[in-house]
């Protein structure tokens, strides 16, 4: 690719500025010249020689040791006949004395006068530093109204990626195989704008991509630049956001002058949500800052030349908080889903982010890849790092499957921790754990127990049991849910059954048991008392992250509530009973797991299918 050199344009990025260091080191240079000006003042201004009094000066001429004198309007220098260690030269302020020319002929000393110098004195006096005060200003404000000037928060923020300088293409992207496939459309547009246009058709205005975090989206904006070869600005939708009304419109008027001054060109704006929030009427009216904005945003989205190739491509995690404005068609025509990878998709990242990693040859990264399910591209990326790390701190030559297996515990369970527990609650840990792992292992249709652990890890988990799916699944029947809800309160029932106490140790358990079976009733109508009904309807839930929805309960009744509570309660009973019938069933093996985890603290797949009898899955091949 040849790198435009067009001259400057209107909203160019590249104007004729001085260099940085230049500007930088302007005020310098005019103290400089100042401090020289103050010199030239001294040297002009001050009389040559030494200063003498009047008197002193009266007396050499009487004495007759002065050879010549100058007398100015201020000041009398001259020089006298001898030399003197001093210096001969000497100065001395003018007195009012009518008889002094008298002398100075009596004493044969020869005198002239000195007209005064009208212009220098003014020049160095007034006129220079005024202008040196003028260029002053002048450069203080270009600072606070340039680029980087405090008086800039008018300017767009956006960086400005030249063409030849986004080296990502969509060789650089793996996991995402559909939204990749939809942007090379994209790419063709910006490439070959005659070839739709010449057809009537229009270029899309806008793209949006939408998914979890960590999934590639600006890196698949990145990749759309590279491969079309043209300018990027990428910014994030709080950089409009201030404090001062009107900025943000400001700004959003100058991205789109510099984006039609780079046409072709590539717009994209990360976290969309900070500023296409959905427009309520507020109490302190509708005219706020990022509403002026947002509208300014759709003004100038539907401003846009037709004829001229700039998209504007945006990302979120939250398209549900979205003004639907933006989403209509001739602004962010197209959407583009961005999800996690599937287990094909994790083992191409993984290929891409073991290039410059030192693999040993037990390294199969399709075995990673199906343990590392539910892991965005961010994730595997750390996965990856984290598993180099910890080889160097083990002084190893190469990453082994081992530091993978190390750094997905990390990754999902947290970072291990040496607490000192008493053998009492090392004991209830260890049944709690172990209740997790039998009913895991017992019932069909749940992912197999891949490790079995009493080493506390992460924020307050005294232990954990960690199940690793063998194929992605994206349906869940009513049965599968059941069964998750019992192997959630085995750990309870273990303790139960095993000390006849319960702990707090369930707490977590608890908590996410009854969010399933919250779900199961409200959601997916999975309750024959409460029938086929989205009792939910009026929650907004997010879409992509794991917060809460506005509402404490969906819109419903206070008798449909009550219902929902004990439809809730009837099927944690029956989760709970299930853990109890199977883990009185298997009361042998609970003891004999029990005692191998406090002996080893870790129990992997393999030993545990030993441990308990009847397994009902297989265990993970390495």
Request: charged letters at 25%; one cysteine or more.
């Amino acid at each position: 690719m040849t790198p435009h050199n067009d001259p400057p344009q209107k909203g160019d990025r590249r104007e004729s500025r001085l260099p940085s260091p230049v500007r930088n080191n302007a005020v310098w240079w005019i103290l400089g010249l100042l401090a020289v000006l103050s010199i030239a003042q001294v040297a002009v201004f001050m009389p040559a020689g030494r200063t003498i009094t009047y008197s002193e000066f009266k007396a050499y001429v009487r004495g007759g040791q002065v050879d010549e004198v100058a007398i100015g309007a201020d000041v009398i220098s001259g020089q006298l006949k001898v030399q003197d260690p001093r210096g001969s030269r000497f100065s001395t302020a003018k007195v009012d004395d009518p008889k002094l020319v008298e002398e100075l002929e009596a004493n044969n000393v020869r005198y002239k006068g000195e007209a005064p110098n009208r212009w220098l004195p003014e020049l160095l006096g007034w006129v220079v530093p005024i202008v040196v005060i003028v260029l002053l200003w002048n450069m203080f404000m270009r600072r606070m109204g340039g680029a980087d000037g405090v008086m800039s928060f008018a300017r767009s923020r956006a960086k400005f990626h030249a063409e030849d300088s986004v080296k990502v293409t969509f060789a650089d992207v793996a996991g995402v195989d559909e939204a990749a496939q939809e942007l090379r459309e994209v790419v063709e547009f910006l490439k070959q704008p005659g070839k739709f246009t010449n057809l009537g058709g229009k270029i899309p205005r806008g793209v949006l991509l939408v998914g979890p975090p960590g999934t590639g989206k600006t890196l698949l904006a990145r990749a759309v630049a590279g491969e079309a070869g043209v300018p990027f600005f990428s910014l994030s939708g709080s950089e409009f956001v201030e404090m001062f009304v009107g900025v943000g419109a400001a700004r959003v008027r100058d991205l789109f002058a510099q984006a039609a001054a780079k046409s072709p060109c590539i717009v994209f704006i990360d976290e969309l949500d900070a500023l296409g929030k959905a427009r309520v009427q507020s109490p302190m009216g509708s005219h706020e800052e990022r509403e002026q904005t947002l509208n300014q945003l759709l003004a100038e989205m539907d401003g846009f030349d037709a004829r001229k190739a700039i998209i504007i491509m945006a990302a979120t995690n939250r398209p549900e908080v979205l003004d639907p404005a933006l989403l209509r068609p001739g602004r962010f025509d197209r959407q583009v889903l961005v999800d996690k990878p599937d287990v094909r998709g994790r083992e191409a990242i993984l290929r891409i982010h073991v290039k410059q990693v030192k693999l040993a040859a037990d390294v199969k990264l399709q075995v990673v890849a199906a343990r590392t399910a539910g892991f965005a591209g961010a994730d595997l990326a750390n996965l990856v790092n984290e598993a180099a790390l910890l080889a160097a701190r083990r002084d190893k030559p190469h990453v082994e499957l081992a530091e993978f297996d190390a750094a997905i515990d990390r990754l999902i369970a947290g970072l291990e921790k040496r607490r000192v527990l008493n053998d009492k609650e090392r004991a209830i840990v260890a049944y709690h754990e172990s209740g997790h792992a039998i009913v895991a292992t017992v019932l069909p249709g749940l992912d197999p127990v891949h490790k079995v652990s009493i080493v506390a890890r992460g924020f307050g988990a005294l232990g954990y049991t960690m199940q690793l799916p063998l194929e992605d699944r994206y349906l869940m029947t009513r049965a599968d849910l059941h069964h998750q809800l019992a192997v959630l309160l085995g750990g309870r029932t273990a303790e139960e059954l095993a000390l006849g106490e319960i702990t707090t140790g369930a707490q977590n358990d608890l908590q996410r048991a009854t969010d399933i079976a919250r779900a199961m009733v409200t959601e997916y109508g999975m309750s024959d008392a409460m029938g086929a009904v989205n009792y939910d309807a009026g929650r907004r839930r997010a879409m992509f992250l794991d917060i809460p929805g506005g509402q404490e309960r969906g819109p419903y009744a206070e008798a449909t509530a009550q219902e929902v509570d004990a439809e809730v309660r009837r099927i944690m009973r029956e989760a709970h009973d299930t853990a109890r019938r199977i883990l009185s069933e298997h009361r042998d093996d609970l003891e004999r797991l029990t005692q191998r985890l406090l002996e080893k603290e870790v129990v992997d797949a393999e030993e545990l299918l030993t441990l308990v009898s009847r397994p009902g899955v297989a265990p993970v091949e390495a």
